[in-house]
């Protein structure tokens, strides 16, 4: 068992089949379309881009001053790379399939737009916080970050900027995170 949940390909893998398994199992009363399976990864990746953002501000962020400074070099070098990388793709492709849902669904244009009515209206308000975020994430945060860990070359003036910058887009996402999820989950357009 340890080798098997030692392995998160794997893991990710069994997941995977047991889902398509499920999916299968209840097609008859559940059907399998792009909108059901956009609306299942719409999911996946929008609890790993705000579990992501939660460990960020609420974990991560919080602690570094607490670490030494010669154990610090462990979460810029290592882990912190490897969380932004699956942050911003998470944040990219939950857009991308909310997108998918709304347009598969008919109601893309209106939830933009707001000219649809109630349900539809509150799942645009949703929709621009969420392209406001990712927006934060991939023009603000991810290149702030790319400085600040030494993945790109800066001077201590640009990775001093940098920080502040990073730090109020990602607590802005975090703010419009709480408001985005209840806009999303309220209007139900199932």
Known sequence: MAKLFGNLHLVLAIGLVAALALMVAFAPSAPIDINSVSRWLHLFFGV??????YYLNFVQVPTMPAIPAEQKGAITG????????????????????GLTIAMV???????LTFSGEGAVNLIGAGMWMA????????????????????????????????????????????L??????????SANLG
């Open 48 to 53: 790993l881009w705000i579990g992501l953002l």
């Open 78 to 97: 290592h882990i912190a790379p490897k969380v932004l990388f699956f942050f911003r793709w998470a944040a990219a492709l939950t857009v991308l399939t």
């Open 176 to 185: 419009l995170s709480i408001p985005m999820m209840w806009a999303m989950v």
């Open 131 to 174: 392209l406001l975020m990712a927006f934060n994430v991939w023009f603000i945060i991810w290149p702030a970050q790319k400085k600040i860990l030494g993945l790109v070359e800066a001077s201590a003036e640009a990775k001093a900027a940098a920080a502040p910058r990073a730090l109020i887009a990602s607590r802005l996402n975090t």
């Open 105 to 111: 669904s008919g109601y893309l244009v209106e939830a």
